[in-house]
């Protein structure tokens, strides 16, 4: 029986490094805030919102539910073009997308029957975005993934769990306005009537947009929950058990809530520490600026070799890195954004050895950048990011529990010399004086066997 059980426990165990297999190596995808509060760009009745993010614009602002719904009207991404997004996105060296198919505030991007408050219905555009944009990463090999709102959706009475969140203060001046809650729902809180019309939401609207949602559009690959809170243990699973059925090989985030950890966790606009991480996979979402929606007034924009040093350092502890675009009200990407992606995709068309399918660094950090690692068929071969260049034409790695038995700086002929003491201490000679890449250069050291630390004993 414990034979069983074991065989039967390295087989579950093997059918998630299966499923985890493409995300793993891909390292690397593009997130999309798209929906009405794009028009907004963060400014309500002539006032900015305080808060960085542009689409929570509805709730800060307090802005009258059936005031908001009807801004739809106005909402026309006619410069929208899925095979650019999508273009511009593999260009980067991203291997997959996620898009927000319905935020919180409950517009649906895509043809639905659960709400009437969708881009088919309520707006001039009049069509589907999400069919288009799968097609377009089908077409150029990227994983197309699905961020939906299940627990809140501020269209709908029942979507309101956000209401705690909500009281924390307001960015509205104007401080006579009701809040859209009260105003939809017509009267004061009530925990039992609310628990009542999140059901109904929950039965009436999530559910049947997630079953269009993985019925309609071809494989679907990671769907994106946000966020915890709301469903029961119950109805978690229940969705878990549907979500699974229409897609089993989907790839899910732990931000379902009742409990259930998903397929990978989700630390947001952070990279955890070495200490935090726990063993299990891991995506770190994160803005170029600060909004995931478009704002106007946003232009704390990250400098491209910033954005690279973190998707280095992301890959050198272990971790995915969606980096999000909150395209303009028109369908376009910001052009800092367009910049950006453009750069990266420079970087990564020399260095992306050092990143798709590598592993974390299994040797010590390193104070002049970041490590990375592939195990091939006869030993790892580590990633050397250098974010800060030697004047000294030689760098220096210590803990190695392995011989090195090679060096090559990527994209260069340059040779390397190697030289390692008892002690496993490398000393790597013979670089040029000067980084041939500002942000991090990337040197790729061969070792005999794989790589593990020096036995400091
Ligand atoms: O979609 C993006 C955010 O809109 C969403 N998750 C990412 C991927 C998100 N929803 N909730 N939260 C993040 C956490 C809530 C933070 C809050 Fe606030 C603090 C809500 C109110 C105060 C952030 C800051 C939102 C408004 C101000």
């Given at each position: 029986i414990v034979f069983f059980l074991l065989v039967m426990i390295s087989c579950s165990l093997s059918a998630q490094d299966s499923k985890m297999e493409w995300w793993r190596e891909a390292r690397f995808g593009m997130?999309?805030?798209?929906?009405?509060?794009?028009?907004f760009g963060g400014v309500y009745r002539g006032h900015e919102q305080k808060v960085k993010n542009g689409e929570w614009l509805?709730?800060?602002?307090?802005?009258?539910?059936?005031?908001?719904?009807?801004?739809?009207?106005?909402?026309?991404?006619?410069?929208?073009?899925?095979?650019?997004?999508?273009?511009?996105?593999?260009?980067?060296?991203?291997?997959?997308l996620v898009i927000t198919a319905k935020h919180h505030d409950g517009f649906a991007l895509f043809d639905t029957k659960a709400s009437d408050w969708n881009i088919m219905k309520a707006s001039p555009y009049g069509k589907d975005m999400i069919k288009p944009l799968a097609d377009a990463c089908r077409k150029y090999g990227l994983k197309f993934g699905i961020y939906y709102s299940q627990?809140?959706?501020?269209?709908?009475?029942?979507?309101?769990t956000g209401r705690r969140v909500m009281k924390q203060g307001w960015d509205n001046p104007?401080?006579?306005r009701i809040d859209a809650y009260t105003l939809a729902h017509n009267g004061s809180w009530d925990p039992i009537q609310q628990?009542?019309?999140?059901?109904?939401?929950?039965?009436?609207?999530?559910?049947?947009?997630?079953?269009?949602?993985?019925?309609?559009?071809?494989?679907?690959?990671?769907?994106?929950?946000?966020?915890?809170?709301?469903?029961?243990?119950e109805?978690?699973?229940?969705?878990?058990?549907?979500?699974?059925?229409?897609?089993?090989?989907?790839?899910?985030?732990?931000?379902?809530?009742?409990?259930?950890?998903?397929?990978f966790k989700t630390p947001e606009q952070k990279i955890p520490n070495l200490a935090e991480l726990d063993g299990k996979d891991w995506e770190t979402c994160m803005t170029m600026n600060r909004t995931w929606g478009y704002r106007t007034a946003d232009h704390e924009w990250k400098s491209s070799s910033e954005l690279i040093q973190k998707l280095i350092d992301i890959a050198a502890k272990g971790g995915n890195y969606l980096l999000n675009i909150g395209p303009k009200p028109d369908g376009t990407f910001p052009v800092e954004s367009v910049e950006r992606l453009k750069e990266i995709g420079n970087?990564?068309?020399?260095?992306?050895?050092?990143?798709?399918?590598?592993?974390?660094?299994?040797?010590?950090?390193?104070?002049?950048?970041?490590?990375?690692?592939?195990?091939?068929?006869?030993?790892?071969?580590?990633?050397?990011?250098?974010?800060?260049?030697?004047?000294?034409?030689?760098?220096?790695?210590?803990?190695?529990?392995?011989?090195?038995?090679?060096?090559?700086?990527?994209?260069?002929?340059?040779?390397?010399?190697?030289?390692?003491?008892?002690?496993g201490i490398l000393e790597i000679s013979?670089?040029?004086?000067?980084?041939?890449d500002k942000t991090a250069s990337v040197i790729a050291l061969k070792l005999n066997g794989f790589a593990k630390k020096k036995d400091f004993n």
């Open positions: 997130f999309v805030h798209f929906g009405v509060y794009a028009q509805m709730n800060r602002m307090k802005v009258p539910v059936q005031e908001y719904k009807d801004t739809a009207g106005h909402f026309n991404p006619i410069n929208f073009n899925a095979d650019e997004w999508a273009r511009m996105a593999k260009d980067a060296g991203m291997k997959y627990s809140q959706d501020w269209g709908n009475p029942g979507g309101f104007d401080s006579t628990s009542k019309t999140f059901n109904e939401y929950l039965n009436g609207v999530a559910f049947p947009q997630v079953k269009e949602l993985l019925s309609n559009y071809g494989d679907v690959s990671v769907l994106w929950w946000d966020t915890p809170g709301g469903l029961s243990a109805q978690a699973r229940q969705m878990m058990t549907m979500v699974k059925h229409l897609q089993p090989n989907i790839i899910t985030n732990d931000r379902l809530g009742g409990n259930l950890p998903g397929d970087w990564m068309s020399k260095y992306g050895e050092a990143i798709y399918g590598t592993h974390a660094n299994p040797v010590e950090p390193v104070d002049w950048g970041r490590i990375t690692a592939k195990d091939e068929q006869h030993g790892t071969v580590l990633y050397l990011s250098v974010f800060n260049w030697p004047g000294s034409g030689q760098l220096n790695i210590d803990g190695l529990g392995n011989k090195a038995i090679g060096a090559t700086l990527l994209n260069s002929n340059a040779k390397l010399k190697l030289k390692q003491d008892e002690q013979g670089l040029p004086v000067s980084a041939p």
